[in-house]
């Protein structure tokens, strides 16, 4: 007899698969078949009736609406403590619409709830919806990092997080042995209790929050980066074996060189260029890049595979790297080290004088790379300094690649992607784990000239399977929204320069606008405005072009210990070509979507945990200077304040508007400023400034500052912030703890 699910299942299986919940769904998934189905079919009709399910065919609602009954996700509180969610299926054509969460006390709902709820529509101006709870279908609890502070009976967290004030109770019983100053993981285990903090309790103790490697250890944390590797994940990578020659090319005589930088940790591509010897195609090159056959030990459903797509990608930080692959893989049988045969998946590309791509032939390998080169190293020899590794090379290896370098920067300059100029910092930390230095990294032809190849054979990857018709996720990157070109325009306005109007938007068009700013005072500030306005690159099963590399068809084929994405390209040219049994699954193909989004997440996460990092770092650097006066530049305008760029360091600092004088402030978004409604003085982005540092704090990675000079002007400090008039403005009690205890000794009045 077939077993009907029971209800909760049911909603399990919605909440896991919202997009996939219609009846026919339901039943695949549980394995209903014949008359079953109408068992199946009289739950679902008990469950519409109780609520907890609405019936969505499209011709009973409007596409634009949600449903009365609706899927959601709870989101962080936001600054005054209400909670908001989006919605889990949403099939309008704008934006989802914004909810607004009514809660009960005691329905003890966290980030990343999952509910049934009943819907409301508001249409207001600060959100759509609002919402009612009507049950948890699953959850999963909010993860805090912070530090633990022992009081009489339990302790609370307080929150490393830049600029949240909020904080955790723990009970005696989840105190998981933490000593007071200690770093924790907590994860949220009740709701708010009677001083309206909400219960959380340890779960991980970290060490020393002060200690120089905490800092990247908070952030792995804080983002939720899986650090450690499960034994049987492990176990798998230690199993496997070096590919051999079976069933691949050889390409061991061919001279592929590595040039990465000089504390790389995996190398996984090589390159090379063979000047043409076609009549037909004088002062051309045959370019070779070859890749990491991650594919061949990384198989689709192994468990080495799934730890590989939850990660996503790897993530780097100035004192350690979080790889994507155990080091058996990403550090020895995936990296192409030098004079050691390795299974790779390679292209050759023809191109002519003007760097054009004529035609590419894919293949897989086995190559043995004749050289690992540094990126200083490889410039030095081209620059006539070779040493006694680069000195044989010169001639036969460096020299060819200079020439379709110098070629592919011809077919660059005509197809003119997006050229901006931002420099980078790198932290440099010396053996105890504190920060040295900054500097800023150079930028070598080397590694222009890496970047290229690499251009081209993503190019060349995409090219390949749409040709094929065999599904993909291609890295795409959508031109800017007219918001942010607004304010970019606003931004270049105020700044003496001109982004013209009326015209369909092409990266030529902001080069110009950069080649204006090249050489004046306003120059870093225009490529970081302009960098701003981009959308954010992501992966996607649909090709929609990648706007800043002015590129039609795009894919990410040349990282694939690190890159998940990669991986997938990898197996779908395997699937294409036939070449064995490990490329791209039926799995792989059907869930191309999730997998689209699981890693274009797990990049953003890698990116602020990054950020939050270089952060930190910054402020450990900076907290030696506290009371010195340094120079900066504004690069950030808000409500509640101004943001400087500091010289040298590159150090963001944020000056409070209650600093900037007796007057009150109006903020004009539109064109990025802060004006003094009795003054009339104005604060602008792209100003430059002179700041007093008052506050540098390591664990959270703020900085805040005093303005002293706004364009050599002095200004006025002090006096507090101050609203309309003039009038001073009453002080908000800086913690929830001191509201409660006010609220306390009102509720002991009455009770007298």
């Not at 200083?376 to 680069?390: F, M, W």
């Not at 508007?657 to 903020?667: H, P, Q, V």
């Amino acid at each position: 007899m077939t077993r009907i699910p029971s209800k909760e299942e049911i909603l399990q299986w919605i909440s896991d698969n919202p997009t996939h919940a219609a009846k026919r769904d339901i039943a695949k998934a549980f394995g209903i078949k014949g008359a079953a189905r109408i068992d199946l079919k009289r739950v679902l009709r008990e469950m519409e009736n109780e609520g907890t399910l609405t019936r969505r065919r499209s011709s009973y609602r409007d596409r634009e609406k949600l449903p009365p009954v609706s899927l959601l996700q709870i989101l962080p509180p936001d600054n005054n403590g209400d909670l908001w969610a989006r919605p889990l299926e949403w099939h309008g054509e704008g934006d989802a619409p914004t909810i607004l969460m009514m809660l009960n006390d005691e329905d003890g709902l966290g980030q990343g709830d999952r509910i049934l709820a009943r819907m409301t529509e508001v249409g207001g101006e600060e959100y759509d919806y609002t919402a009612r709870l009507i049950r948890k279908v699953g959850t999963n609890p909010l993860r805090i990092v912070g530090i633990y502070r022992k009081a009489h009976e339990g302790g609370r967290i307080i929150p490393v997080d830049k600029g949240s004030d909020k904080q955790w109770i723990v009970p005696a019983n989840a105190e998981h042995g933490a000593k007071d100053g200690e770093l924790v993981e907590a994860e949220q285990s009740g709701p708010k209790g009677r001083l309206g903090l909400p219960k959380a309790r340890i779960v991980s103790r970290l060490g020393d929050p002060s200690a120089p490697k905490a800092v990247s250890l908070i952030a792995i944390h804080q983002h939720g980066i899986p650090d450690q590797f499960p034994d049987e994940v492990i176990a798998e990578a230690d199993k496997c074996k070096p590919a051999g020659l079976k069933g691949r090319e050889d390409l061991r005589d061919l001279p592929l060189v590595t040039i990465d930088p000089p504390d790389a940790r995996d190398r996984d591509d090589a390159v090379l260029a063979i000047p043409d010897d076609d009549p037909n195609n004088k002062g051309g090159f045959l370019l070779w890049v070859a890749i990491a056959d991650v594919a061949h030990y990384v198989r689709p459903g192994s468990e080495l595979d799934r730890e590989a797509r939850k990660r996503g990608n790897s993530s780097y930080f100035p004192d350690r790297v979080v790889p994507m692959l155990p080091d058996r893989l990403s550090g020895d049988l995936c990296s192409l080290h030098e004079d050691v045969p390795r299974a790779c998946m390679a292209v050759q590309m023809k191109i002519d004088k003007d760097g054009r791509k004529l035609s590419h032939r894919f293949t897989r390998g086995l190559m043995q790379s004749k050289a690992s080169l540094a990126y200083e190293d490889a410039q030095k020899a081209i620059n006539g300094e070779p040493d006694e590794r680069t000195e044989p090379l010169v001639d036969t290896v460096l020299r060819p690649l200079w020439g379709a370098y110098a070629a592919l920067k011809r077919a660059r300059e005509a197809r003119q992607p997006l050229e901006l100029d931002l420099p980078e910092r790198q932290i440099v930390l010396n053996d105890e784990g504190q920060v040295a230095s900054i500097q800023f990294k150079e930028r070598f032809d080397a590694h222009k000239l890496i970047e290229e190849f690499m251009v081209l054979a993503n190019v060349a990857a995409a090219e390949e399977l749409v040709k094929h018709r065999t599904p993909l996720l291609f890295r795409v990157h959508e031109e800017p929204g007219q918001e942010k070109l607004e304010n970019l325009r606003e931004v270049a306005q105020a700044s003496g320069l001109v982004l013209a109007k009326g015209q369909v938007l092409q990266t030529r068009h902001l080069n110009q606008l950069l080649q204006q700013a090249e050489g004046t005072p306003n120059d870093e500030l225009i490529n970081i405005a302009t960098l701003r306005s981009m959308t954010q690159a992501y992966y996607s099963p649909e090709n929609f072009g990648h706007f800043g590399l002015a590129l039609r068809n795009y894919a990410h084929f040349t990282s694939p210990i690190r890159r998940y994405s990669d991986l997938i390209v990898h197996r779908a040219l395997i699937k294409a070509h036939k070449w064995g049994n490990d490329g791209l699954s039926d799995w792989d193909v059907e869930h191309l979507d999730a997998t689209a989004e699981q890693i274009s997440n797990t990049e953003r996460r890698s990116m602020m945990a990054e950020r939050d990092t270089t952060d930190r770092y910054l402020a450990a650097f900076m907290s030696e200077r506290v009371g010195e006066i340094i120079g900066g530049r504004i690069n950030g305008i808000a409500k509640f304040g101004v943001f400087v760029k500091l010289d040298e360091s590159g150090a963001d600092a944020l000056v409070p508007i209650r600093t900037l004088g007796t007057e009150f402030f109006e903020y004009h978004q539109d064109t990025q400023q802060l004006v003094g409604t009795r003054s009339g003085m104005v604060v602008a982005m792209g100003q430059r400034v002179t700041v007093k540092l008052i506050e540098a704090l390591p664990v959270t990675g703020g900085i805040t500052a005093e303005i002293v000079t706004l364009d050599e002007k002095r200004i006025a400090n002090g006096g507090g912030a101050r609203g309309r008039g003039g009038k001073p403005m009453k002080k908000k009690l800086k913690t929830s703890k001191k509201k409660a205890a006010i609220k306390e000794r009102k509720v002991k009045r009455t009770r007298r």
